[in-house]
């Protein structure tokens, strides 16, 4: 009986913003002079056995979608999944110019910069066109 009127009292919530620009939330009413926004903080009520059911076989049908959508995509299982790599060139100075960049780098190591990085790039993106 006692938590009765404490679920009733809490159906607002107000934000006040105070003329010097503090901002402060609560469920009373803001003092005079304070800007405030309303909000209707009711609780929804916990949905009954059949809206349950209603979720949850919703949730099923979601997830036998994805699965077919995974097989559709070719995704369903890790060996399969497609590559989105994009391969410029295949050719013997586009192999080259890609083992060049890779040398360069492991000799560099975390030394690198953007300038080397972007010319080597640019390199092997020249080499591959």
């Known amino acids: 009986m006692f938590l009765l ?5 809490a159906s607002h919530l107000y934000k006040c913003v ?6 402060s ?3 009373a009413t803001c003092e ?3 800007a405030a926004r309303v909000w209707d903080a009711t609780p ?3 949905p009954d056995a059949a809206e349950r ?13 994805s699965r077919y959508l995974s097989r559709l995509a070719g995704t369903d299982r890790p060996g399969r999944a497609r590559a989105s790599v994009i391969r410029l060139g295949a050719g013997r100075d586009c192999d080259a110019a890609r083992a060049r960049r890779e040398r360069k780098l492991a000799t ?13 790039n640019d390199a092997v ?3 591959c066109k």
């Open 44 to 46: 929804q009520p916990l």
């Open 18 to 23: 105070a003329p010097g620009g503090a901002v």
């Open 25 to 27: 939330y609560q469920s």
């Open 53 to 65: 059911s209603k979720q949850r076989e919703a949730q099923r049908r979601g997830q036998a979608d």
């Open 32 to 34: 005079t002079g304070a």
């Open 125 to 127: 993106f020249d080499a």
């Open 5 to 9: 009127p404490a679920a009733t009292q």
């Open 108 to 120: 560099v190591g975390m030394e690198r910069d953007y300038e080397l990085v972007s010319a080597l």
